[in-house]
């Protein structure tokens, strides 16, 4: 075992009176810090009431739009253009409730003059949009750089592309060598109501763009800087951490629902930044990393580790040199979890931004937490000026580490190079990862076996894209559309073929894991690994995989010759969308697209029927309608002889739900009401309802007379129930609906786990996997309660992290077997409850539909 950390504290994670989680930092031999509120990671229910930038009208549909859709965006790539590209924005209308005003910090309507100011100063600032929030207000990416002419900029970009396509060639080419611009990105304000990270890039492009210095002559010449100004507008107006669609957006990536998490996705392709930051608050003393363990395993760790820990260390230094100290200002010294900490800030799922960079180059990435806080609580009690007071030695704290990360990426500009070829080299050419060590990353003290995280990397993964057997074309296409948007290569075969022991046909998808992003292929495709014996707790999810989750069938080959297999590079999947020539149709409601589809049929009055099997059955007068369907949603209707059993109807839901949950309905295309406890105590029309899902902020218990009579009216004659997790199960049982109990597992517990499901029409052709956040399952169940699907036996974690609880229940093996979905009727009212987290941050498509089906099932 290496040398051991000198005290790695842990962070102790206890509720609040308030309900939010509180992160205390115990160190040995100390008294207890001062506490230091953290949002809860888990989804809360969505908070209609609340400001969430009170978006503009439609921005809900704008966030809603489909991941792959195009945006509303410049070309950041810049093609044909040279240095600077000046851009006259259009100022948005002052907005006197920006929340930035009582902190003294720039509100988002001044964001725009000032650009256009410093634009004015010099030649080294450019301005370029990257889209639109969820809430409709634009995004600014702003480059500060030297000069450089078209050809100059082309050439730029062509060594940028020979780091990634050619690393083994750019490894020993001289001019890269001499002349390639390091590209760092400053990311700000992902957590709208962390607000000084973006006041701190304002005030460091100004000094950038006026300086007449030698050194930052020097500097600029050498790297090109990228500031993502803001990137939750949304949130900065309104002072919350989420986006106008509800989204916490650093734990987006990976699936980039949201169009600002797809913003940062266009930067890290399309500027490969090399070193980048992300600025956040509040933790005092202030948070720097690199992470305790876990650390994530498709990494090239020992490079990341080496450059990261030791631009964390300029870090520290500078903030320390700015002579804040805990008597004078309140502020406490620097934190850098990787050498101060046992566990507690991991690096583990690639959600977050600092962890979804790397996979495409950066060989430092860091998130930075300043101190002293002043959202939540603080900004509605503590007086403005301290608010000010506090705001202010974020924002200086903020700019040292900027500054400091500059001055490290400018020194170490060779090997920071050399490094982000090193990784791409390695992903091409399948060479082995690297363990960490005191001896494979020197300077890095401390360095033990719990450090140590690889993985052993297939040579493909094989996706077929004809929708037999287990998973749907449809999806298959999606991930494959996923990928390509990611920057993973994929290519697709010319004819039939066999690789590891398995034979394909023409048309499948194979991706060669020999290719310079492997870790970022890796990661959405493989299980994950079960990390539950490794740390007590985890900072946020454990287990996710597309390859799982997603409703495409997804093989591993462990080794093969691909070199036989004809294919060719796709840069989109295949349309899939087919309507049969004749005869009645049936739709598989296995895909989110497939059950949007025919909710926009319903809507249009097309008559369709419940299978069986879970499809739906259109007689052959709906072919028009459907061929329309086929080609919007990409989804096919194949030609049947079944007639069908009970007609479907377009489902009216109620939804008291967390915003992943409202998301991923409405992209299913159902007609949704959000609705909660404070709602329904307003007065609530339930004539226009078919359902009601419930998964949070509605408790019939804490309802008023009125509210409770008027619900339980709507159930009484005959308005469906689905329910989710401890809420669902909790109204089912307080409105006396099913006979089940409902045991609720450890709530830290998540991940990907296996399921078995049991024929019935709500799960049929189901993945085998599902995913849990806190699960639940069901016993006691009474005459007429049916078994939907139930968690797989032995321990059904396959990837995440789920431990018992102190008493011993609560964990995997207390689940094994158990029912996890289960479903029946109370007198006139139909009910399925849920103990896993189908629709979970809009991340599981492939689970989706088991919501969809029951929503469709209970709105009869």
Request: avoid cysteine; charged fraction near 25%; proline fraction near 7%.
């Given at each position: 075992?290496g040398?051991?950390?000198?005290?790695?504290?842990?962070?102790?994670?206890?509720?609040?009176?308030?309900?939010?989680?509180?992160?205390?930092?115990?160190?040995?031999?100390?008294?207890?810090?001062?506490?230091?509120?953290?949002?809860?990671?888990?989804?809360g229910?969505?908070?209609?009431a609340?400001?969430?930038?009170?978006?503009?009208?439609?921005?809900?549909?704008r966030?809603?739009?489909?991941?792959?859709?195009?945006?509303?965006?410049?070309?950041v790539?810049?093609?044909?253009?040279?240095?600077?590209?000046?851009?006259?924005?259009?100022?948005?209308?002052?907005?006197?409730?920006?929340?930035?005003?009582?902190l003294?910090?720039?509100?988002?309507?001044?964001?725009?003059?000032e650009l256009?100011?410093?634009?004015?100063?010099?030649d080294?600032?450019?301005?370029?949009?990257?889209?639109?929030?969820?809430?409709?207000?634009?995004?600014?990416?702003v480059?500060?750089?030297?000069p450089?002419?078209?050809?100059?900029?082309?050439?730029?970009?062509?060594?940028?592309?020979?780091?990634?396509?050619?690393?083994?060639t750019?490894?020993?080419?001289?001019?890269?060598?001499?002349?390639?611009k390091?590209p760092?990105?400053v990311?700000?304000?992902?957590?709208?109501?962390?607000?000084?990270?973006?006041?701190a890039?304002?005030?460091?492009?100004?000094?950038?763009a006026?300086?007449k210095?030698?050194r930052?002559?020097?500097?600029?010449?050498?790297?090109?800087?990228?500031?993502?100004?803001?990137?939750?507008p949304?949130?900065r107006?309104?002072?919350?951490?989420?986006?106008?669609?509800?989204?916490?957006?650093n734990?987006?990536?990976?699936?980039?629902?949201?169009?600002?998490?797809?913003?940062?996705?266009?930067?890290?392709?399309?500027?490969?930044?090399?070193?980048?930051?992300d600025l956040?608050g509040?933790?005092?003393?202030t948070?720097?990393?690199?992470?305790?363990?876990?650390?994530?395993?498709?990494?090239?760790?020992d490079?990341?580790?080496?450059?990261?820990?030791?631009?964390?260390?300029?870090?520290?230094?500078?903030?320390?040199?700015?002579?804040?100290?805990?008597?004078?200002?309140g502020v406490k010294?620097?934190?850098?979890?990787?050498?101060?900490?046992e566990?507690?800030?991991?690096?583990w799922?690639?959600?977050?931004?600092p962890?979804?960079m790397p996979?495409?180059?950066?060989?430092?990435?860091?998130?930075?937490?300043?101190?002293?806080?002043?959202?939540?609580?603080?900004?509605?009690?503590?007086?403005?000026?301290?608010l000010?007071?506090?705001?202010?030695?974020?924002?200086?704290?903020?700019?040292?580490?900027?500054?400091?990360?500059?001055?490290?990426?400018d020194?170490?500009?060779?090997?920071?190079?050399?490094?982000?070829?090193?990784?791409?080299?390695?992903?091409?050419?399948?060479?082995?990862?690297?363990?960490v060590?005191?001896?494979?990353?020197?300077?890095?003290?401390?360095?033990?076996?719990?450090d140590?995280?690889?993985?052993?990397?297939?040579r493909?993964?094989?996706?077929?894209?004809?929708?037999?057997?287990?998973?749907?074309?449809?999806?298959a296409?999606?991930?494959?559309?996923h990928?390509?948007?990611?920057?993973?290569?994929?290519?697709?075969a010319?004819?039939?073929?066999r690789?590891g022991?398995?034979?394909?046909?023409?048309?499948?998808?194979?991706?060669?894991?020999?290719?310079?992003?492997?870790?970022?292929?890796?990661?959405?495709?493989?299980?994950?690994?079960?990390?539950?014996?490794?740390?007590?707790?985890?900072?946020?999810?454990?287990?996710?995989?597309?390859?799982?989750?997603?409703?495409?069938?997804?093989?591993?080959?462990?080794?093969?010759d691909?070199?036989?297999?004809?294919?060719?590079?796709?840069?989109?999947?295949?349309?899939?969308?087919?309507?049969a020539?004749?005869?009645?149709?049936?739709?598989?409601?296995?895909?989110?697209r497939?059950?949007?589809?025919l909710?926009?049929?319903?809507?249009?009055?097309?008559?369709?029927?419940?299978?069986r099997d879970?499809?739906?059955?259109?007689?052959?007068?709906?072919r028009?309608?459907?061929?329309?369907?086929?080609?919007?949603?990409?989804?096919?209707?194949?030609?049947?002889?079944?007639?069908?059993?009970?007609?479907?109807?377009?489902?009216r839901?109620?939804?008291?739900?967390?915003?992943?949950?409202?998301?991923?309905?409405r992209?299913?295309?159902?007609?949704?009401?959000?609705?909660?406890?404070?709602?329904?105590?307003?007065?609530?029309?339930?004539?226009?309802?078919?359902?009601l899902?419930?998964?949070?902020?509605?408790?019939?218990?804490?309802?008023?007379?009125?509210?409770?009579?008027?619900?339980?009216?709507?159930l009484?004659?005959?308005?469906?129930?689905?329910?989710?997790?401890?809420?669902?199960?909790?109204l089912?049982?307080?409105?006396?609906?099913?006979?089940?109990?409902?045991?609720?597992?450890?709530?830290?517990?998540?991940?990907?786990v296996?399921?078995?499901?049991?024929?019935?029409?709500?799960?049929?052709?189901?993945?085998?996997?599902?995913?849990?956040?806190?699960?639940?399952?069901?016993?006691?169940?009474?005459?007429?309660?049916?078994?939907?699907?139930?968690?797989?036996?032995?321990?059904?974690?396959?990837?995440?992290?789920?431990?018992?609880?102190?008493?011993?229940g609560?964990?995997?093996?207390?689940?094994?077997?158990?029912?996890?979905?289960?479903?029946?009727?109370?007198?006139r009212?139909?009910?399925?409850?849920?103990?896993?987290?189908?629709?979970?941050?809009?991340?599981?498509?492939?689970?989706?539909?088991?919501?969809?089906?029951?929503?469709?099932?209970?709105?009869?």
């Amino acid at each position: 075992m290496g040398i051991s950390r000198p005290s790695r504290p842990l962070l102790l994670a206890t509720a609040a009176a308030s309900g939010a989680l509180v992160l205390t930092t115990l160190v040995p031999g100390s008294a207890t810090a001062g506490p230091t509120p953290r949002p809860v990671t888990r989804e809360g229910p969505r908070d209609d009431a609340g400001p969430a930038a009170r978006a503009p009208e439609g921005a809900a549909e704008r966030a809603l739009g489909a991941s792959g859709a195009a945006e509303s965006v410049e070309s950041v790539d810049g093609a044909g253009r040279g240095y600077p590209r000046e851009r006259r924005l259009t100022a948005p209308p002052v907005n006197p409730r920006d929340k930035s005003i009582r902190l003294g910090l720039v509100p988002y309507h001044g964001i725009a003059p000032e650009l256009n100011a410093l634009q004015r100063i010099g030649d080294r600032v450019s301005v370029e949009l990257n889209g639109r929030s969820a809430g409709g207000h634009q995004l600014y990416l702003v480059t500060v750089t030297a000069p450089e002419s078209a050809r100059e900029a082309a050439r730029q970009g062509r060594m940028r592309e020979r780091i990634e396509n050619e690393p083994s060639t750019a490894a020993a080419d001289k001019a890269i060598k001499s002349s390639y611009k390091t590209p760092v990105f400053v990311n700000n304000n992902i957590h709208g109501n962390e607000w000084e990270g973006t006041d701190a890039a304002l005030k460091l492009i100004r000094e950038l763009a006026g300086a007449k210095d030698a050194r930052t002559g020097k500097l600029l010449a050498r790297n090109r800087l990228y500031f993502n100004v803001t990137t939750n507008p949304d949130g900065r107006i309104a002072g919350t951490r989420a986006n106008a669609g509800g989204f916490d957006l650093n734990r987006d990536f990976i699936t980039a629902s949201q169009p600002e998490a797809r913003a940062v996705r266009r930067i890290a392709i399309t500027k490969q930044p090399a070193v980048m930051i992300d600025l956040h608050g509040y933790v005092n003393g202030t948070l720097i990393e690199p992470t305790t363990p876990p650390h994530g395993e498709n990494y090239e760790y020992d490079l990341f580790l080496k450059h990261s820990y030791a631009n964390a260390l300029g870090m520290e230094a500078a903030i320390k040199g700015l002579g804040h100290t805990e008597e004078k200002d309140g502020v406490k010294p620097p934190v850098i979890p990787f050498r101060d900490q046992e566990e507690g800030w991991d690096d583990w799922p690639p959600i977050f931004t600092p962890q979804y960079m790397p996979f495409h180059g950066a060989v430092a990435a860091h998130t930075i937490e300043f101190p002293m806080q002043v959202n939540n609580a603080a900004y509605d009690t503590l007086p403005v000026a301290e608010l000010r007071r506090r705001a202010a030695l974020n924002v200086d704290i903020a700019g040292a580490a900027m500054r400091a990360t500059l001055d490290y990426t400018d020194r170490h500009r060779g090997s920071v190079i050399a490094d982000q070829i090193e990784v791409f080299r390695r992903g091409a050419t399948g060479a082995a990862q690297v363990p960490v060590s005191e001896e494979t990353v020197p300077g890095v003290p401390g360095i033990g076996p719990e450090d140590v995280y690889t993985t052993d990397f297939p040579r493909a993964y094989v996706i077929p894209a004809d929708g037999r057997g287990r998973g749907s074309a449809t999806a298959a296409a999606r991930l494959v559309d996923h990928l390509l948007a990611n920057d993973v290569r994929v290519t697709r075969a010319g004819t039939s073929f066999r690789l590891g022991g398995r034979t394909y046909p023409k048309g499948a998808y194979v991706v060669d894991m020999h290719q310079p992003k492997r870790g970022l292929a890796n990661v959405m495709l493989a299980d994950g690994r079960d990390i539950s014996g490794k740390v007590a707790k985890m900072y946020d999810i454990s287990g996710w995989s597309l390859g799982r989750l997603w409703g495409a069938r997804v093989d591993a080959v462990e080794r093969g010759d691909l070199d036989r297999v004809r294919t060719r590079a796709v840069h989109a999947a295949s349309r899939v969308g087919y309507v049969a020539p004749r005869g009645d149709l049936r739709l598989r409601l296995d895909d989110p697209r497939e059950i949007a589809a025919l909710n926009s049929l319903l809507a249009q009055g097309v008559p369709a029927r419940s299978d069986r099997d879970g499809s739906a059955v259109l007689p052959s007068s709906a072919r028009r309608a459907a061929t329309v369907a086929a080609r919007t949603y990409d989804v096919a209707f194949d030609a049947t002889r079944a007639t069908g059993g009970a007609p479907l109807h377009r489902t009216r839901v109620a939804a008291a739900v967390t915003p992943g949950e409202l998301f991923a309905l409405r992209e299913m295309n159902f007609d949704v009401v959000p609705v909660s406890t404070a709602v329904l105590d307003a007065g609530f029309d339930w004539r226009r309802t078919d359902a009601l899902f419930v998964s949070a902020g509605l408790d019939r218990a804490r309802l008023s007379p009125a509210a409770r009579a008027g619900l339980d009216r709507f159930l009484a004659r005959g308005g469906g129930l689905v329910g989710r997790g401890a809420a669902g199960a909790a109204l089912n049982a307080d409105a006396k609906l099913l006979t089940a109990r409902a045991v609720e597992g450890n709530g830290d517990a998540n991940g990907v786990v296996r399921v078995v499901n049991t024929g019935g029409a709500l799960t049929a052709g189901a993945p085998d996997h599902s995913f849990v956040y806190a699960p639940t399952w069901f016993t006691g169940l009474g005459r007429g309660v049916r078994v939907e699907q139930r968690y797989g036996s032995g321990n059904p974690l396959l990837s995440g992290h789920w431990r018992a609880l102190p008493d011993g229940g609560g964990g995997p093996a207390a689940a094994a077997g158990r029912a996890s979905v289960i479903s029946g009727t109370a007198g006139r009212t139909g009910v399925v409850l849920f103990g896993t987290e189908p629709l979970f941050r809009a991340h599981p498509k492939g689970v989706f539909p088991q919501v969809g089906r029951a929503l469709l099932r209970v709105g009869r």
